[in-house]
Each structure stands twice: as C-alpha cells, then as structure tokens.
C-alpha cells in the first residue's frame, strides 16, 4: 500500500512559479513509476508530467519547457516545478504512483490557481 501527500498548492500570478510536492509512505518508493496528472472544471484528468524509476521523464505538450519533473528517492518524494504558468494551468493537481502488479495510487490533489 502507498499513501501519497501533495502540497505546494496555491493562487499565482501569470507567468509566476509553483512547486509541488508528493511525499509517498510505504516501501519500494524507487520502484514506481511517479506522476502529475491535473483535473480543471468540466474536463478530464489528464497527464501532466511522468517519471519513471529509471529517472527518464515525459511531459505533456503543453507543459513542455514550463514544468519539471523530478525524485528524490531519499526522501521517497517527486516534485513538479512549474515555471512561466497561464490561467489554463489553473487546475486540481494529483501525484500518482505506479508499479505493475503492485498497484496504482492518486494523492487528494492540491489545488492550483493562476490568476491576476
């Protein structure tokens, strides 16, 4: 069983920064897959940002050149920096963690707004 935290959250201008954080509880944290994956109101979750437990990294197209991905294993916690941000990042921001034949498990979200 993994239990995942997020924080980080909160209201910010256009093209100000944000980071989040996801701190997992459990074992093996450096086996799974890590992810954010953001809701806004009326739309579907979708993919932000993917890390697996290799480090490799993918990002959605519009996020590209804005946010990083990154993990710290230490510290069993993966963060999304995101820079230059738009009122269309306003959105519910989830942290996932994934590992075949272990299981696949959402933090609550964390709220971001970006707004003047």
């Known amino acids: 069983q993994v239990q995942l935290v997020e924080s980080g959250g909160g209201l910010v201008q256009p093209g100000g920064s944000l980071r989040l954080s996801c701190t997992a509880s459990?074992?093996?944290?450096?086996?799974?897959?890590m992810g954010w994956y953001r809701q806004a109101p009326g739309k579907q979750r979708e993919s932000v940002a993917n890390?697996?437990?290799?480090?490799?990294?993918t990002y959605a197209d519009s996020v590209k050149g804005r946010f990083t991905i990154s993990r710290d294993n230490a510290k069993t916690t993966v963060y999304l920096q995101m820079n230059s941000l738009k009122p269309e990042d306003t959105a519910v921001y989830y942290c996932?963690?994934?590992?075949?034949?272990?299981?696949?498990?959402w933090g609550q979200g964390t709220q971001v707004t970006v707004s003047s």
């Open positions: 890390i697996n437990s290799g480090g490799s990294t």
């Open positions: 996932n963690a994934f590992r075949y034949h272990y299981g696949n498990y």
């Open positions: 459990g074992s093996s944290f450096s086996l799974y897959a």
